[in-house]
């Protein structure tokens, strides 16, 4: 079973810092895309950034400059280092990523997963 956990959520004033992370665990044989979604009350999910195998990435136009994705992929880890925070970038931050998995031997399933969800909140 795979599972993914996000942690480093909270509470932050306007033009502070917060970085998040995402573990990957269970029976991963391959992971491709990672990334970072977030909804905010009353919103529809939207992506912040995602990242390639290959450390290819792309940003949300409103984060550009300002947040930075990065992965370790020997610890099945992405990161979002958030700074310059705003009160407009209050939401709860999703992990995903594309896994391939071992549900057996030989028998490998690819599909995406998601994270619980960490609560990121810019208030002063």
């Known amino acids: 079973q795979v599972q993914l956990a996000e942690s480093g959520g909270g509470l932050v004033q306007p033009g502070g810092s917060l970085r998040l992370s995402c573990v990957a665990s269970?029976?991963?044989?391959?992971?491709?895309?990672m990334g970072w979604f977030r909804q905010a009350p009353g919103k529809q999910r939207e992506l912040v950034a995602d990242?390639?195998?290959?450390?290819?990435?792309t940003y949300a136009d409103s984060v550009k400059g300002r947040f930075t994705i990065s992965r370790d992929n020997a610890k099945n880890t992405i990161y979002l280092e958030m700074t310059g925070l705003k009160p407009e970038d209050t939401a709860v931050y999703s992990c995903?990523?594309?896994?391939?998995?071992?549900?057996?031997?030989?028998?490998?399933?690819?599909?995406?997963?998601w994270g619980q969800g960490t609560q990121v909140t810019v208030s002063s």
């Open positions: 269970g029976s991963i044989v391959s992971i491709s895309n």
């Open positions: 990242i390639t195998d290959t450390g290819t990435t």
């Open positions: 995903n990523a594309n896994i391939k998995s071992a549900l057996a031997p030989g028998l490998l399933y690819t599909t995406d997963y």
